[in-house]
């Protein structure tokens, strides 16, 4: 392990964070900051927060630290589109990704979804968390075969999911831009941001919470250290890093095979009764394009539209100003095309994010030096993925075994990628191939 150069950096304006009922909540002082804990965890996202959880509910006795480098909620687990989703997302992958793979992946999604409603059930927490469904959707006929193959796929796993016709599709959405749709009923639709930063206030007591707080170092050992930016060295038993794709910064083994993206996002204002009825009065929905280059639309719970398109290849985890410029004309072109009728209807939150991915779409889950464990996700379903690599991770320092465990312990790590330069130039050149194929997906 080693000092880390890139902390995370933000993009734009977050919709979901400002819009967030919890975007002003004070958590834990740094003057609070304790010289020893038992467990530490680095990263509060969804990972570290469900990271933190386990190891409270493993170990009540316990004193347990979450850190994170910026607000909770502000990075990556804040600027996804707000889906958790259960059945899996990729049915493609390393050969040796297996149908059984894929019922585990079916499961895992399900237990950490079901954990985390139960959390926000029995502490009364007041959350965007609307069991909506999600329909994957199709605009040109060459997409209608990646609905085909899922919906295959599904039956296999005995998951359940509805064809939607144009005439259907047009009255759930508002818009007659796709002709299909498959629509399966048990993804959670959310505000990320809020639901993230909401779990993290209702942390049991034993747990302190300091964002905005970098993590510098991690020192593995008998007694391992973590050093904060300000200089600040506190030990602990063990440590759990869940820090995204920062985690190979920080100079863990074997973390050099996890890449990702970026794609940028978009809210309108809040819309006016009259704008809604042009969308027949339609209750809050998510949709995915079933071509993996297509653009992602939500029509949230604060009566906004949300649009996220343009993907580019991340060379670096951060995204240059100008970059994000560049976003807004796919975005606006995107929600044009989809919603004619508001057409005028401004952004009011344009945003940049990173998407962790690995090549066989395997989270990576390690120990990565005495006392000291990562995880990172590795597919398109970061919030399960990072929820189910968080509260595993716990289980594992606190040596409590499950069937579970066992199969994210036993799981094949992110397969080798190229170096640089040949990393950005293959990427980079398979996404302008999948932007063409796309065509109006986009």
């Not at 004193?63 to 059945?87: C, E, H, K, Q, T």
């Not at 719970?301 to 807004?328: C, G, M, W």
């Not at 990565?368 to 597919?379: L, R, W």
Request: net charge neutral; aromatic share 12%.
């Amino acid at each position: 392990m080693k000092q880390t150069n890139r902390f995370p950096e933000p993009s734009g304006k977050n919709g979901w964070y400002e819009t967030s009922r919890y975007k002003n909540h004070k958590f834990n002082d740094v003057s609070e900051i304790q010289s020893s804990y038992d467990y530490i965890v680095v990263g509060a996202g969804f990972g570290g927060v469900n990271a933190a959880f386990r190891l409270a509910e493993n170990q009540p006795g316990a004193s347990i630290a979450l850190f994170d480098a910026m607000p909770v909620g502000y990075f990556s687990s804040g600027r996804n589109a707000g889906f958790i989703i259960d059945v899996p997302h990729s049915i493609v992958g390393d050969p040796h990704f297996t149908m059984d793979d894929q019922k585990w992946r079916f499961r895992l999604n399900k237990y950490v979804i079901e954990r985390m409603a139960k959390i926000k059930e029995e502490n009364n927490l007041e959350v965007d968390w609307q069991q909506a469904g999600m329909f994957q959707t199709a605009r040109e006929n060459g997409s209608l075969k990646y609905l085909n193959m899922l919906a295959e796929f599904l039956d296999v796993m005995e998951a359940e999911y509805k064809w939607m016709d144009k005439e259907e599709v047009t009255s759930k959405l508002g818009t007659d831009f796709y002709f299909k749709a498959l629509y399966t009923p048990g993804t959670i639709l959310i505000n990320p941001s809020e639901t993230v930063r909401g779990l993290a206030t209702v942390l049991p007591k034993n747990v302190s919470v300091f964002e905005n707080c970098p993590v510098l170092e991690v020192l593995e050992g008998e007694i391992p250290k973590v050093v904060l930016t300000n200089g600040k060295v506190i030990t602990c038993k063990q440590v759990i890093m869940t820090v995204n794709a920062f985690i190979k910064h920080f100079g863990a083994k074997n973390t050099n095979n996890i890449i990702g993206i970026h794609s940028f996002g978009a809210h309108t204002r809040e819309l006016t009764d009259e704008e809604i009825a042009t969308l027949g009065g339609a209750k809050p929905w998510g949709l995915c394009s079933a071509h993996p280059a297509g653009a992602t639309l939500r029509y949230t719970t604060t009566k906004r539209l949300y649009v996220r398109t343009d993907i580019t290849f991340a060379t670096h985890i951060n995204i240059a100003p100008e970059r994000l410029y560049k976003s807004v004309y796919k975005l606006r072109r995107a929600f044009n095309n989809r919603f004619p009728q508001l057409k005028d209807v401004n952004f009011e939150y344009v945003y940049g994010g990173f998407i962790p991915l690995t090549a066989n779409t395997f989270p990576y889950f390690a120990n990565v030096g005495k006392n000291v464990y990562a995880g990172a996700s590795g597919d398109g379903t970061g919030v399960t993925r990072a929820s189910m690599c968080g509260t595993f991770l716990a289980d594992w320092v606190c040596g409590r075994d499950s069937e579970e465990l066992r199969y994210m312990q036993t799981s094949p790590q992110p397969n080798w990628v190229p170096p640089e330069p040949a990393r950005t130039i293959g990427a980079t050149a398979r996404l302008i191939w999948e932007d063409m194929h796309a065509r109006s997906e986009i």
